[in-house]
């Protein structure tokens, strides 16, 4: 789908509120409510809007663990990736997971409410892992940015 400015400019501001009204988006964007419905309804559609959340202030909520995993496995086999990623996709304390290049294979990015958790997470989704050659966890400190927008391109 090819986006225009109006494209853009709506997704942009709905990447920074998502709950504001179609009234008050067309209005910021400058269309009329109903043009602006249609466009965020054909923005859905294509699967360029894939879903809207709610962010949540952890600080509010309780403690919490954010854990940086480096993982590296011990083959390089298609099939076997595949299937450490069907896992790691069901585990609900990943909250992103990249494969990259390099020496290792996978980042994970997890997040648990103490070590008891994320000894729990390791057990059944790291160790138990045939292929798993090694892993390395970094403790995050301090989340200094977070930041969920995607890049539109100009």
């Known amino acids: 789908m090819f986006l225009d400015r109006i494209d853009k400019a ?10 504001v009204s179609n009234l008050q988006l067309a209005s910021l964007i400058g269309l009329s409510p109903p043009a602006c419905f249609k466009r965020v309804k054909k923005l859905k559609s294509e699967g360029i809007i894939a879903s809207q959340v709610v962010l949540l202030n952890q600080d509010k909520l309780g403690a919490c663990l954010h854990m940086i995993v480096n993982v590296e496995m011990e083959r390089d086999r298609l099939d076997l990736n595949d299937g450490f990623i069907k ?9 992103e997971c990249y494969q990259v290049t390099g020496e290792i294979d996978f980042v994970l990015l997890v997040t648990v409410e103490n070590m008891q958790q994320y000894d729990d997470f390791c057990l059944r989704h790291l160790y138990s892992e045939p292929n798993m050659k090694n892993f390395k966890t970094q403790i995050s400190m301090n989340r200094v940015k977070y930041d969920t927008c995607a890049i539109i391109p100009a």
């Open 10 to 19: 709506i997704l942009r501001q709905l990447q920074q509120d998502a709950s």
């Open 87 to 95: 896992q790691i996709r069901r585990a609900p304390e990943v909250r």
